[in-house]
């Protein structure tokens, strides 16, 4: 049932934005941006209010740090990849082919 509420829930945000995005007359990547992800964060801020209100200050702000450093880690670190160097291209090729699949 969550996952399909889940769904549901994607499917209006996104249709919502596009309905936004098409009557201001702006980019759909400005929409997605600013509308899509500020509606994507209000499960979250729900959550958090919901355990603050009951006196679990710190388990809300734990689950508001673990968030935003999972969507951040999430964010940045393919762009870090990105830029970096492969030196040793067979050891980079075999690390890439093992390590995710270990043979214990």
């Known amino acids: 049932m969550g996952v399909v509420l889940l769904t549901l829930g994607a499917y209006f945000t996104v249709t919502a934005t596009e309905n936004i995005?098409?009557?201001?007359?702006?980019?759909?990547?400005?929409?997605?941006?600013?509308?899509?992800?500020?509606?994507?964060?209000?499960?979250?801020?729900?959550?958090?209010?919901?355990?603050?209100?009951?006196?679990?200050?710190t388990a809300a702000a734990t689950g508001v740090i673990a968030d935003n450093t999972v969507t951040m880690t999430l964010a940045f670190f393919p762009l870090a990849l990105m830029t970096l160097p492969v030196e040793n291209f067979l050891l980079y090729s075999v690390n890439l082919l093992i390590l995710p699949n270990p043979p214990y």
């Open 21 to 57: 995005v098409s009557a201001l007359g702006i980019s759909r990547l400005i929409g997605g941006l600013f509308i899509t992800s500020t509606m994507s964060i209000a499960a979250e801020v729900f959550s958090t209010w919901s355990l603050a209100k009951s006196g679990q200050v």
